[in-house]
DNA sequence: GGTGAAATCCTTCCCTT
DNA sequence: AAGGGAAGGATTTCACC
């Protein structure tokens, strides 16, 4: 689907605050709120838009420790190897990379050792990795919800 | 902030889809719209939502690449060094973590020549790195919005 | 936590350019 | 093909119980 300047207006008012009314998109790009909801409707159709959530702060819920884990999958274990890790408690992101490992995943936990049941109880004892290597994120120094979005193409 | 599993359950739906109108959130916990609009205007002052975000499709906007990058971090220069990192266009995470690397970061771009010019153009040339390590995304086996939010405390 | 009412918003249809 | 006006029904919001 091809984007103009009107569309890429609106994904970053979406992004930047989802329960933005449209009436009050439509005055910022200067259309009428009829036109947003067209356009909005299309943006989600053509998948642009995949979706509206809530940020919900981590600590708030329960979980004080999050991780990045790079982990080594044995050949030929692959499917079944990321289908079981992706059953784990607390992993919220899978991602296959080049480089030292073969996945990077984002694991939320409580605490420290709730993180260690999670990776020697849980992801140790499963076959299909032979190796990993755990990166507790001790803070945060920036993070931006969505991608940038350019203002012209 | 004491949560009850009232406000988890608006939190699971809110996280699931923001844009659920109120009305149908309270349907589903059998209670009143007004008292959704109360917790959830409590939920966001005390801090649990941060916000409300649309989720976009990063090929959409023009982001072909993301990647993962570690960082080594020279003693002494942690401040500026990771102030320098969050200009660079198309950084969107900067997490601090033990293991090999002192910084992780989360970076989108165009193709794998953006990448090549923010990796090697932009990063490699700053003073206080001394190390980099990029794991390029090949692909997303699964990936879910914001946190686990366990049904009890 | 709920009720009720006013203000606002969403949505659709239809007309205009 | 794209945008705007108008109108209904739904939703949000706020004062008060």
Redesign the pocket.
């Known amino acids: 689907m091809e984007l103009d300047d009107?569309d890429r207006a609106i994904l970053r008012i979406l992004q930047e605050d989802a329960r933005t009314?449209?009436?009050?998109v439509a005055r910022r790009i200067?259309?009428?709120?009829?036109?947003v909801?067209?356009?909005v409707s299309r943006l989600e159709e053509a998948g642009v838009i995949r979706g509206y959530h809530a940020e919900i702060d981590p600590g708030s819920v329960g979980y004080g420790v999050s991780a990045l884990v790079g982990l080594r999958v044995q050949q030929g274990h692959e499917d079944e190897a990321l289908a079981r890790l992706r059953e784990v408690d607390g992993v919220r992101e899978i991602h296959l990379t080049t480089g030292e490992w073969d996945v990077m995943m984002r694991v939320y936990a409580e605490n420290t050792d709730d993180l260690r049941e999670l990776m020697f109880g849980q992801i140790a004892g499963m076959d299909g990795f032979d190796r990993s290597q755990t990166m507790v994120i001790l803070g945060t120094a920036y993070e931006e919800a969505g991608v940038p979005i350019p203002s012209h193409r």
Chains 1, 2 share one sequence.
Do not use: N, V
């Open positions: 009107t009314p449209f009436s009050e200067d259309m009428s709120s009829a036109t909801h067209d356009r």
